[in-house]
């Protein structure tokens, strides 16, 4: 037990380092993607004009930058859900409250990652696609994912039973779960879809877009990691504290 908490605090002792440096990088990334990255073309311009002694005949779309935001958040969102299930499947064999915890704070984080993917998702869509919302396979998967989220929330808010609280949470969370893979797969599994497929053994992007994507992505996970130490310190404390309370209204 008491190697256990010692390694705790280590990692919470990490908790603002991690978001320093995660804080770092995305800021370094969307430089580079400002600065480095090419942009893309998009539909054919009315008149071909020369920009920087190159004939332009297509729109550059300055609003694909979004995607260096907008695909570390979504894959950031995806990895947290993935140890909300994992945590989840440990308290169901376990029964220790201590997964509970640790899902319900993983489960938050996601949250978090999520709504930004959504917000960023709808402005790339209304300035590449010139459409607030469209029901491709992607976006229609993952909006199904943000309202199994949510539902997770409602569903812990609306049992009252420490218990089954946790008992029913960590089978929603493993539900919740579910749809992450199909996320991931859709745009394979539906060539039609409006997303691209980005990581590919034949062809994907070039260096100077990849570098930036990558560095944004190591930094959300810094992020996304440090918030969930932090988040999980404050539950402990808030938790240790009630128990006080009751020790001495006893």
Known sequence: MTDTIQKSNRFDTLAIPLIIVGAVLTTVAFVLSFTVAPLVLGAPVDVPAMIGD????????????????HMPVAITSFVALVFAAVFSTMFLVKRNARYDLN?????????????????SGELWERYEWGIWWTWDPRLTTYLILMLLV?????????????????????VFGIIVFLDVPICLLITRLIPSSVHPVVFRTDSGLP??????????MVGMFCIAFGLYRLRLREQRLHMSLEALKERLED
């Open 150 to 170: 949510i539902a997770y929330f409602i569903l812990r808010n609306a049992i009252g039973d420490a218990e089954r609280r946790a008992n029913y949470a960590a």
């Open 207 to 216: 260096p100077p877009m990849l570098i930036p994507l990558l560095l944004a």
């Open 54 to 69: 190159q004939m332009v005949t297509t729109k550059l779309l300055l609003s694909q930058k979004i995607f260096y935001f």
């Open 103 to 119: 899902a319900k704070v993983a489960m938050e984080i996601a949250l978090i990652f999520v709504l930004m993917t959504m917000v």
